[in-house]
């Protein structure tokens, strides 16, 4: 005979039948050594009939119990944690899960790997009873980077400017950069012509988990180029009733820079007196 635990893990008001006797003289009792609940596993069962001389007789039965209940189990809840400086996690109190069974349970295991990567990990969870039925939950661990990247950007850049006055192609060197999770990029707003002046280049360092770091580096651009300028020709001009010359027309010098020319003067006197005057133009 076959039947299924109860919630006790036994069997009990189990129907074992009725066995076929016969006696030339008669039965008196028919009996089994039966117990009143029945463990899981098999039980045999001895049952004796005894005539009216008292003359007795055997036969066995087999009573076999089986678990048909699997365990249950519910996970913890899902966990949070932060990467640890080699970007994974590691020594992580996943909580312990609730298991029931009615035979009793026998082991509790997951998956879980020991050093947890970044992003989601999905741990299963076994519970296994005392008849090796078994049942699983799942549980999310899910590990994020909260380290920012750090950056060092290089030293400050002096350069001087092109015959556009800007200066293209400056080197700005190679920023130290490092992050737990490794660096994605490595970027700078620097623009391909550089104006004179001072322009603050900014450098931003992106990591695998899209966190980023930003440092300043400067570059300065000086004008070292002279402008050039060309007198007009000389003057010869006469006196006027007051032995001077006035309103004289001096001409235009040519001018040139590679930045542009701002200004252009001269010395020249209101009034000229008699003899060589030199006019300095600036």
């Known amino acids: 005979m076959n039947v299924f635990t109860n919630s006790g893990c036994t069997a009990t008001g189990v129907a074992l039948g009725t066995p076929v006797t016969a ?19 098999a039980t045999t069962v001895i049952w004796t009939v005894t005539d009216n001389s008292g003359r007795t007789a055997t036969c066995s039965q087999t009573v076999t119990v089986t678990d048909n209940v699997d365990p249950t189990i519910a996970c913890p809840a899902a966990v949070n944690v932060f ?33 947890f990567p970044i992003g989601a990990t999905t741990v299963i969870w076994t519970v296994t009873d005392n008849s090796g039925r078994t049942a699983t939950c799942s549980q999310t661990m899910t590990v994020t980077d909260n380290v ?35 660096v994605i990029s490595v970027t700078n707003n620097a623009p391909a012509s550089f104006p004179i002046g001072a322009t603050t280049v900014t450098w931003t360092v992106t990591d ?35 032995c001077t010359a006035t309103g004289v027309a001096l001409g235009s010098p040519v001018t040139a820079d590679n930045c542009g020319v701002a200004s252009v003067t001269n010395n020249a006197p ?7 005057t030199t006019v300095t133009g600036l």
């Open 23 to 41: 006696d030339n003289c008669g039965v008196a009792s028919v009996t089994n050594n039966a117990p009143a609940s029945f463990p899981i596993g």
């Open 148 to 182: 920012d990247p750090t950056i060092v950007c290089p030293a400050a850049v002096n350069v001087f400017t092109n015959s556009g006055c800007t200066t293209t192609g400056v080197a700005l060197g190679t920023p130290v950069t490092a992050d737990n999770c490794g």
């Open 208 to 242: 695998n988990a899209g966190r980023t770091a930003t440092c300043a580096q400067t570059v300065t651009v000086t004008d070292n180029v002279d402008p050039t300028i060309v007198c007009p020709a000389a003057v010869n001009v006469f006196t006027n009733s007051g």
């Open 83 to 115: 990467t640890n400086s080699g970007c994974t996690a590691t020594g992580v109190a996943l909580g312990t899960p609730v298991t029931a069974d009615n035979c009793g349970v026998i082991s509790v295991t997951n998956n879980a790997p020991a050093s």
């Open 270 to 276: 209101a009034s000229f007196p008699i003899g060589v």
